[in-house]
């Protein structure tokens, strides 16, 4: 299994790696699987004893923390239009297209050695941290041991564990920088541990690899990750299609286009060629293959699998080998289209042409943190206009669809929002408001 940066699987893989809340009752003290893993060091040579017991002495237990955020992934647990819509909005677009030009030279010289877009370097930048701005408060030496707690025959969580010893232990992260995500992944734009000390690049000529203050390096790291996944220089990641019924068959959804990874056909994989003969045409109708690369698949025998995310009466992508490049990044299908979508934004591409098959579409950040106003003037004082997600905004939302007489979903979308802007209540003032 790939080594990659945030470790997002699917809900039935991330199932099995985490025990269910009753094992995790029963689980040892975290002191006993601290010292199982110190038992392991004369495998890991380059940590030294003084650096294992320095860095765990006071390791906090995030066991609980990891288990709850498992289940509650935004990538499996909402609507893809309403993660899209959140994550591949104006604001999204207009910051990432600023950060190209400022980024110029720097991002020039990346496309240069590793064969990356600009684009896409800062769309991943963008859809991980919001450019910076979200980058997680977890300690990483606690969020590896844990989750390598949580699975001690998991070979690859522990090597992650022993990997943020040694960045520590090397001078390559401050112990008050080494914070990140739950799962242990930190920086501008998410790295595991091992993931980084493999791929890290110097983008600002420093001659050091720093992706937690260095835009630079955080975006040649990236670029050299995705150049060892298989991204290849001047290949669309995928192009919207229109799809006969009698393919719909063929959506290769989660998984199912690891043929990608082949570069030829094979399973679900066919070549454009193929796709074409098949009745497959350019969203707009035009055909598949064509000569200019940045409006469809330009050579004819380049591999392409079909994914529908919403199923058949929703958009469909054909997506090369470049897409599972992406996707090995956070293997989530919903997580690579934010990154390829936004990509293509920040090229000035169209948008996505096909509508979701929904009559509530979901909400951009502005139209959320509207609809969390709407909820704290209603007198939700719980709730932090932010544009995020979380449950305390989720239990304003079901309070609210109880009052109306709603099914209560918790669900942030354009018809709740639409219902709050037509009534007029007076203002409640909160003292204080947390999300």
């Known amino acids: 299994m790939d080594a990659a940066p945030w470790l997002a699987w699917s809900c039935?893989?991330?199932?099995?790696?985490?025990?269910?809340?009753?094992?995790?009752?029963?689980?040892?003290?975290?002191?006993?699987?601290?010292?199982?893993?110190?038992?392991?060091?004369?495998?890991?040579?380059?940590?030294?004893?003084?650096?294992?017991?320095?860095?765990t002495r006071e390791a906090e237990d995030l066991r609980p923390v990891i288990e709850n955020a498992t289940r509650a992934q935004p990538e499996f647990q909402i609507?893809?239009?309403?993660?899209?819509?959140?994550?591949?909005?104006?604001?999204?677009?207009?910051?990432?297209?600023?950060?190209?030009?400022?980024?110029?030279?720097?991002?020039?010289?990346?496309?240069?050695?590793?064969?990356?877009?600009?684009?896409?370097?800062?769309?991943?930048?963008?859809?991980?941290?919001?450019?910076?701005?979200?980058?997680?408060?977890?300690?990483?030496?606690?969020?590896?041991?844990?989750?390598?707690?949580?699975?001690?025959g998991s070979r690859e969580r522990k090597q992650h564990f022993f990997d943020a010893l040694w960045l520590l232990q090397q001078g390559v992260v401050r112990a008050e920088d080494f914070t990140g995500s739950w799962a242990g992944a930190f920086g501008m734009t998410q790295f595991m541990p091992g993931t980084f000390r493999q791929h890290m690049a110097d983008g600002d000529g420093s001659g050091t690899a720093d992706i937690v203050h260095s835009v630079p390096d955080a975006l040649a790291t990236t670029a050299r990750y995705l150049r060892s996944m298989g991204w290849t220089a001047g290949r669309r990641w995928g192009v919207e299609v229109r799809v006969p019924p009698g393919l719909a068959a063929f959506n290769a959804q989660e998984g199912d286009h690891a043929c990608l990874a082949q570069a030829k056909p094979a399973g679900r994989c066919r070549s454009a060629r193929a796709w074409s003969e098949a009745g497959v045409t350019r969203a707009d109708g035009s055909p598949l293959v064509q000569p200019d690369p940045s409006a469809g698949l330009s050579d004819a025998e380049t591999v392409s699998a079909l994914i529908l995310p919403a199923g058949a009466q929703g958009p469909a992508w054909l997506v090369t080998p470049n897409y599972q490049a992406i996707w090995r990044y956070n293997r989530a299908d919903t997580y690579a289209l934010a990154i390829g979508l936004l990509s293509d934004a920040l090229r000035g591409l169209p948008p996505q042409q096909a509508a979701w098959p929904t009559d509530d579409p979901g909400l951009?950040?502005?139209?959320?943190?509207?609809?969390?106003?709407?909820?704290?003037?209603?007198?939700?004082?719980?709730?932090?206009?932010d544009g995020s997600e979380g449950p305390r905004t989720g239990a304003a939302i079901r309070a609210e669809e109880a009052r109306l007489g709603w099914p209560e979903t918790g669900r942030a979308g354009s018809k709740l929002l639409a219902a709050l802007r037509g009534e007029r209540p007076e203002p409640v003032a909160c003292v204080s408001a947390e999300r």
């Open 12 to 55: 039935a893989a991330l199932a099995c790696c985490a025990l269910p809340a009753s094992a995790q009752e029963e689980a040892a003290p975290l002191g006993a699987c601290v010292a199982a893993l110190r038992k392991e060091l004369p495998a890991h040579r380059d940590v030294s004893p003084q650096t294992f017991d320095s860095y």
């Open 79 to 152: 609507p893809i239009w309403d993660y899209l819509a959140r994550r591949v909005d104006a604001q999204r677009i207009d910051d990432g297209r600023a950060l190209l030009q400022q980024e110029t030279t720097a991002l020039e010289a990346i496309a240069q050695r590793h064969g990356v877009e600009p684009a896409v370097a800062v769309a991943v930048f963008g859809i991980e941290t919001d450019y910076g701005r979200v980058a997680g408060r977890y300690p990483v030496v606690s969020a590896t041991l844990s989750r390598a707690c949580l699975n001690l």
């Open 364 to 385: 951009a950040r502005i139209a959320f943190r509207e609809l969390q106003q709407l909820l704290l003037d209603r007198g939700h004082c719980e709730v932090r206009v």
